[in-house]
């Protein structure tokens, strides 16, 4: 015979059970926040609280009873950041929750219960990493990578649940999918998070985005470190400068928000970097006829290779105490002129390399403009060339030794890793 095991049906008893259940919760959530992950649960064999934490996620799930929902909330939150850091876990299907972690343990009898990494890296919170999946550059999905090989737990927020998550989950990081913009989405990616790295691609959606992850992270009020990927433009912008791009506006605006908002910022200011639009064409020339075609004149610039800036935003995520508050700004080895870059090539490939110095609107139109960029990044690439041109990007700054202790790698090493661009 069935049994009616419905709220409704519960007999009187069992609200003063639930009552005393939803209060447990909350004591429960105290407690496990404040202890070491690792402390040995007495009677459960060889299980830890994180351990255990895996057990009871399978059990979380009480919506249907009449505990009240912010002890189960809050019972839920706790055992989350023990039990996702459980060796054993599947992932639930691709979708809006793809990434997410079910917990799949049996109840530990004896010392046959799986073993737990007790090394401080397996502790500590994971990452949140976002433009993870990042096309120019691919500065999010490289610090991603670095991290993994350092053995930190990492979660990434992408857009979309495609090939380059699926690269991303073969790390070993979390993957999530979700709208920077949304602050649900945001909120969800942050819980549990120790650290933030916020990189975003250049978007009309990038003010929002980042007001939205900084007022979540603030709410959040967990965070170690909250590194943001700026560029160095905006150190000589100021709030009546009208000669910056739509995109250099946006990232002066979160740099005050974030200046304001309380949180432990690291702001990473690098200069154009070498796998630019204005590079991918001014270099594309090479491979036709030896020649780079770029519209700077005798102006100078000191470029940045993608893959050391990951290495900087990497090096500050795992070790960040002594870099919070502080504001990098990353630049190649050198300033110097195309004339001298062509020189740096030639070099490099055993060659002859030239620079022609296209007019400004002449290149625009018919060299850039051949790229079909959206028209947010049209504008913000063609207000770089004109910057360029303008010598405004003749900067060199001591970041990458800050954080490093080395410079920048510079152009010649960029040709020699990346000889598809310049050999016939």
Not at 37 to 64: E, F, I, K, M, Y
Not at 161 to 171: F, N, S
């Amino acid at each position: 015979m069935a049994v009616d095991q419905s709220p409704a049906a519960l007999p009187p008893a069992t609200d003063t059970y639930l009552a005393v259940l939803g209060e447990k919760a909350v004591a429960f959530e105290r407690l496990v926040h404040s202890a070491d992950p690792g402390t040995p649960v007495v009677t459960c064999g060889s299980w830890t609280l994180c351990d255990l934490g895996a057990h009871l996620g399978q059990v979380v799930p009480l919506r249907g009873s009449r505990v009240p929902s912010i002890a189960v909330d809050d019972f839920t939150r706790a055992v989350r950041t023990w039990g996702t850091t459980r060796p054993g876990r599947q992932r639930s299907p691709a979708g809006r929750d793809a990434g997410r972690i079910t917990p799949v343990a049996p109840w530990p009898r004896g010392p046959q219960a799986a073993s737990v990494d007790h090394t401080p890296e397996a502790r500590m919170p994971p990452v949140l990493v976002t433009g993870a999946a990042g096309r120019v550059g691919a500065v999010g999905r490289t610090v991603v990578e670095g991290l993994r090989r350092r053995g930190l737990k990492v979660r990434a927020l992408v857009r979309r649940d495609d090939d380059r998550a699926e690269a991303l989950r073969a790390t070993g990081a979390e993957v999530v999918v979700g709208d920077l913009t949304s602050s649900r989405d945001v909120a969800e990616a942050l819980d549990g998070c120790g650290r933030v790295y916020f990189g975003m691609a250049v978007s009309e959606q990038y003010l929002p985005a980042a007001v939205t992850t900084a007022v979540a992270a603030r709410a959040y009020g967990g965070l170690e470190a909250f590194v943001n990927m700026s560029q160095l433009t905006v150190s000589e912008m100021d709030l009546t400068s009208t000669s910056e791009s739509h995109q250099q506006r946006q990232q002066w605006l979160v740099e005050q928000l974030l200046g304001w908002s309380g949180l432990p910022v690291v702001q990473v200011r690098p200069t154009v970097f070498l796998e630019n639009p204005l590079f991918q064409v001014g270099f594309s020339s090479i491979l036709r006829d030896d020649t780079i075609r770029l519209p700077f004149g005798q102006a100078k610039t000191s470029p940045i290779a993608a893959h050391d800036v990951a290495a900087a935003v990497e090096e500050i995520l795992a070790d960040p105490a002594r870099h919070v508050g502080r504001v990098y700004e990353l630049t190649g080895p050198r300033s110097e002129s195309i004339a001298a870059m062509a020189a740096e090539i030639s070099a490099a490939l055993g060659r002859t390399v030239g620079y022609t110095n296209v007019p400004l609107e002449q290149w625009l139109d018919h060299d850039l403009r051949a790229l079909g960029l959206p028209e947010h990044v049209f504008q913000h690439t063609s207000t770089m060339a004109r910057l360029h041109a303008a010598n405004r990007y003749d900067r060199q700054a001591d970041g990458m030794e800050q954080i490093m202790g080395r410079p920048a790698a510079g152009v010649a090493d960029y040709v020699r890793r990346n000889p598809e661009l310049f050999t016939r």
